[in-house]
């Protein structure tokens, strides 16, 4: 299993709040970091054990909880939430009246388009829309996102991982995130291996951060 990160993008009940708005697509929002660990605990408190209204692709998923790390230590709420599935992710978001990134200008995306800044949103964003090939430039630079280490750090505890639009971070390392980029055919399998994750994680290889 891999790390999963940021869960949310665009607002569809109350625009742009809380969020930041980038040039892509006209005007598209997105959350400034990944979600934490109190914000998903929030989720959980409310939905319960209900897991109702899921995509029929979902149908499997039976449980939000994550499959480690969870409850979180005393602590550690600030860091980002970790080992949700894909079905978990985009619960939340929807949830929170949000959606997972996907196509330019909304919707779902197939997944070998997920890395083309012309059709993906998080690739997009991340990439300045094609300029650049990590969040702060072309050039990686050891420690300036969350690219080693012990572990995760705190949403948002990165400054110098900012881009590739002001205010959004962490978009390479700390820890990876969905993308609603998933295999024509089988959509979110019940390993979940047929959807994209992006940007990394705080021991990923640098090649894996772009």
């Known amino acids: 299993a891999r790390q999963r ?76 939430v970790t080992w949700v599935d894909w079905c978990d ?24 388009d997920a890395e083309d800044p012309a059709r993906s949103e998080w690739t997009a964003i991340c990439s300045a829309d094609g300029d650049r090939k990590l969040p702060y430039g072309n050039d990686y630079l050891p420690g300036r996102c969350r690219d080693s280490g012990n572990g995760p750090v705190a949403v948002g505890a990165t400054p110098g991982c900012e881009g590739g639009y002001p205010g959004v971070f962490d978009l390479s390392g700390n820890v990876s995130e969905w ?14 291996d047929l959807c994209a994750v992006m940007g990394g994680a705080w021991a990923s290889d640098p090649r894996d951060l772009e």
């Not at 196509?103 to 197939?110: D, E, M, R, T, V």
């Not at 993308?179 to 024509?184: G, V």
């Open 179 to 192: 993308q609603d980029a998933c295999d024509d055919a089988q959509g979110a399998s019940g390993g979940n």
């Open 5 to 80: 990160g940021r869960l949310g993008e665009q607002a569809l009940l109350d625009p742009c709040a809380d969020m930041v708005v980038v040039p892509i697509a006209a005007q598209t929002c997105v959350d400034p970091t990944e979600v934490s660990r109190d914000a998903y605990a929030a989720f959980l408190a409310a939905r319960g054990a209900d897991t109702g209204g899921q995509s029929t692709a979902c149908r499997f998923n039976t449980r939000f909880t994550p499959e480690a790390s969870w409850p979180p230590a005393a602590g550690t709420g600030a860091l980002p």
């Open 89 to 112: 992710a985009a619960a939340y978001c929807s949830w929170r009246g949000k959606r997972l990134c996907g196509g330019l200008g909304g919707g779902s995306i197939a997944l070998f």
